[in-house]
């Protein structure tokens, strides 16, 4: 299909990925380098997830981007970082004689459109599947393979991971030019088939304070979050990893729950205070942990980022007995406006 007319539109889709080691803090905002390594469940594709279009045309005036069907602002700088960063590798390409694309290409213009099948403003990790699903589906136009997933960090860092499924990891790197801060895959998705992955919805409410800003003032405040990222993550991130590896569930959840925790902590020790959690959060964390000591092992974990909403890790064969827990705890009589997801992750094909 790589004739001229035919190659210059496509569409892919990305899922989100729901961090159990956070990523909290950058040490260069342009490049979107973190303060520390965090890891990730990606989602099975067809859950929540981001579809992307990009077509490229001669008739094009200018690069345009539409999102959830309302035009957005092209000169966006992390747009504009991700646009960028594509083109020059496809001008490497051709430069280099191993393009197989028509190179007029390159000189078009782009249109971008991109829709989530979830609530966009319910703060779940949109911004991590749209950045990764714009790197991918751009590199498909520009014919672009390898390495994307420092692309992706540019556009937002949670993104990065969203370019591989299954546990990935996204080591920090230690370079200024952020060339080895990249997403790296610790396990395929097809490696703990029974894991799952349920949504609480305690607020659909857009979140207070955006992850952007709410991690610069993290930086300039927390002593709290420098203690964390240089001696805590370090060592939870080689203990997340063995026990992904060796599926050992209970040591999975319960570092998901510290890590999640600690996170809070430090946008508590945050000047002025950042609440993301609320009464509605607090009691999921109480259910979790009333629920494990009364089985008398970890079957579930929780695990919060910057919003109210709670996303449980458990496996497929707790998930009725957790389902029926949430719906004594929280009947939807009392609770109007709350709804529960049932997220199979990691599907065997
Ligand atoms: C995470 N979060 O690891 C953490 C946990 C929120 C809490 O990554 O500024 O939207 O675009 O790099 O990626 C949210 O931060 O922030 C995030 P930017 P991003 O999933």
């Not at 099975?44 to 490229?56: E, F, I, N, R, S």
């Not at 790296?184 to 998705?189: A, C, K, T």
């Amino acid at each position: 299909e790589n004739t001229m007319e035919k190659h210059n539109i496509v569409t892919c889709t990305a899922p989100v990925n729901i961090a159990v080691i956070k990523y909290w803090g950058k040490r260069n905002e342009e490049l979107i380098l973190p303060i520390n390594s965090s890891l990730s469940v990606t989602l099975h594709q067809d859950q929540l997830k981001t579809t992307t279009t990009v077509a490229t045309s001669r008739s094009f005036q200018e690069d345009q981007i539409w999102l959830n069907g309302k035009e957005e602002d092209i000169t966006h700088p992390r747009l504009q970082s991700c646009l960028r960063e594509i083109r020059r590798l496809a001008r490497k390409r051709r430069n280099d004689g191993d393009s197989p694309l028509d190179p007029s290409i390159l000189s078009q213009k782009v249109h971008i459109c991109s829709v989530n099948n979830f609530p966009t403003a319910a703060g779940l990790a949109s911004s991590a599947a749209g950045f990764a699903c714009l790197v991918y589906t751009l590199a498909r136009v520009f014919g672009i393979e390898g390495e994307l997933s420092g692309i992706a960090r540019q556009g937002s860092g949670s993104a990065c991971r969203s370019m591989y499924g299954g546990f990935v990891q996204w080591i920090m790197g230690q370079k200024d030019d952020g060339k080895d801060s990249l997403a790296q895959q610790v396990e395929p998705e097809t490696h703990w088939p029974d894991l799952r992955i349920l949504v609480l919805v305690a607020s659909a409410e857009k979140k207070s304070v955006g992850s952007t800003s709410g991690m610069q003032t993290s930086v300039q405040t927390s002593c709290l979050l420098m203690h964390r990222a240089e001696s805590v993550v370090p060592g939870r991130m080689e203990e997340m990893i063995e026990a992904v590896r060796g599926k050992n569930f209970a040591a999975f959840a319960d570092l998901t729950m510290k890590d999640s925790n600690q996170f809070h902590a430090t946008c508590l020790d945050t000047y002025p205070p950042i609440f993301y959690l609320n009464s509605v959060s607090q009691q999921v964390i109480n259910l979790v942990h009333r629920f494990n000591r009364h089985y008398g092992e970890t079957r579930l974990a929780y695990t919060f980022d910057a919003g109210p909403n709670a996303v449980i890790y458990t496996l497929q064969q707790h998930v009725p007995e957790f389902v029926q827990a949430v719906q004594h705890f929280f009947p939807p009589e009392r609770n109007g406006g709350q709804f529960i997801q049932g997220l199979p992750v990691n599907q065997a094909a």
